[in-house]
């Protein structure tokens, strides 16, 4: 027996979960709209349907795997001859700061603006379908989850290479711009100010001049800007304490911790947590799509 259930829940987007596999029944003839954030991995199970934006339509046979950035528009209908079985997730690059480098992040931002990487469209015997398909088959914990990031950076081919490091970079600034782009943000909360300064081979002084000029804020307001918001996610996906938070994202002192949350989001942390706090997402399905269950 199959019934559908319907959930609507209201979450702040970045805090939805990622890199969760989640599977759908579109009614024959009728119309889904991923409505997810970042970017949306989506894989016809079975049946036949069509990827539809503006007035274009793109056929989408079992196996057909679709890769779009948030700002893509389009639905998802299934054929008037048979009921759809979806598969997707999505991944947010931003919430990956310990893996991603920050260059890596720039290029995910604009790729989602370029044409040829906003909507890919895979065939079934395409190779990131095809181990997509294996991921789906194997959906325990950890393992599965880096087979789907794994999906989903193979979607972009070379394009995610590591970039070569200049010949003329021999000055200060390019150093530290390297430095910034190939390492993930939670490296300065590792390295001191006198460690990146002569990482960097330059004067204190001087560095201070150009990290401002490269990141628009100076190395303590960054090292702050990244422990907030490594703070503002564990409130909202743990169960931690807030004392216990305060800790893991560097701040000794609790009163400091509560002052500094409650200046950058206008509220305390407990209060912030009560607000996006969204511990049973697991469990309950949203996007205010139909979810399938099996009973």
């Not at 991995?41 to 079975?46: A, D």
């Not at 890769?67 to 690059?93: K, T």
């Not at 999906?151 to 970039?163: D, M, N, Q, R, T």
Request: net charge positive.
């Amino acid at each position: 027996m199959v019934k559908t259930i319907e959930h609507k829940i209201k979450l702040p987007h970045f805090f939805e979960p990622h890199l969760t596999l989640k599977t759908i029944s579109i009614l024959s003839g009728e119309e889904w709209t991923p409505k997810a954030y970042g970017w949306s991995f989506v894989r016809v199970q079975n049946g036949n349907a069509y990827w539809l934006q503006e007035q274009s339509s793109i056929e989408l046979e079992a196996g057909t795997t679709l890769l779009m950035a948030e700002n893509v528009r389009g639905g998802i209908r299934a054929s008037q001859l048979c009921d759809v079985s979806v598969c997707h997730f999505h991944v947010i690059p931003a919430r990956l700061t310990g893996l991603i480098a920050s260059g890596e992040q720039d290029f995910f931002k604009q790729a989602a603006l370029r044409g040829e990487f906003d909507l890919q469209v895979f065939p079934a015997g395409h190779p990131v379908s095809i181990k997509l398909m294996d991921a789906i088959q194997n959906p325990a914990g950890l393992p599965h989850r880096l087979a789907l990031l794994q999906v989903f950076i193979e979607a972009f081919g070379k394009e995610l290479k590591p970039e070569p490091p200049h010949k003329d970079s021999a000055d200060a600034k390019e150093r530290l711009r390297i430095f910034l782009r190939d390492n993930p943000p939670d490296t300065l909360l590792e390295i001191s100010f006198s460690e990146l300064a002569k990482t960097t081979h330059c004067t204190p002084r001087h560095l201070s001049r150009i990290f401002c000029e490269l990141t628009g804020m100076s190395f303590r307001d960054k090292r702050a800007e990244i422990r907030l918001a490594r703070a503002s996610e564990l409130l909202a996906t743990s169960k931690s304490k807030v004392v216990e938070v305060a800790l893991e994202s560097g701040y000794k002192s609790l009163s400091l911790f509560n002052l500094m949350f409650t200046r950058r989001f206008g509220t305390s942390p407990g209060r912030w947590r009560q607000k996006n706090r969204i511990e049973s997402l697991e469990t309950r399905r949203g996007n205010n799509s139909r979810q399938v269950v099996v009973l």
